[in-house]
Nanobody
Framework: QVQLVESGGGLVQPGGSLRLSCAAS????????MSWYRQHPGKERELVAG????????NYADSVKGRFTISRDNAENTLYLQMNSLKPEDTAVYYC????????WGQGTQVTISS
């Protein structure tokens, strides 16, 4: 049974930082390309950042470039998203996904940026 469990969300003031984690189990983690998505209320889910199986290549949405960093630890089966210089528009539910033959999703973690 595949499980992706996100953690690390919360309430942070603008300009602050958060580090999201996604713990994966039930799959061969290093076979999967991993991504972070987010969903604002009433809007479609959007890609935030992606990383290849080995971590050798990453990609980011323009809105987060230079502020967010995606990384993975294949030994620990964990995906990370370091989020710096957070803005109110970063408020959303953040999801991790694992893609290989099929795509799996976590349950999401709420990130709220507010003063």
């Amino acid at each position: 049974q595949v499980q992706l469990v996100e953690s690390g969300g919360g309430l942070v003031q603008p300009g602050g930082s958060l580090r999201l984690s996604c713990a994966a189990s039930g799959l061969t983690f290093n076979l999967y390309a991993m991504s972070w998505y987010r969903q604002h209320p009433g809007k479609e889910r959007e890609l935030v950042a992606g990383i290849t199986r080995t971590g050798s290549s990453t990609n980011y949405a323009d809105s987060v470039k230079g502020r967010f960093t995606i990384s993975r630890d294949n030994a620990e089966n964990t995906l990370y998203l370091q989020m710096n210089s957070l803005k109110p528009e970063d408020t959303a539910v953040y999801y991790c996904s694992a893609r290989y033959v099929r795509t799996y999703w976590g349950q999401g973690t709420q990130v709220t940026i507010s003063s």
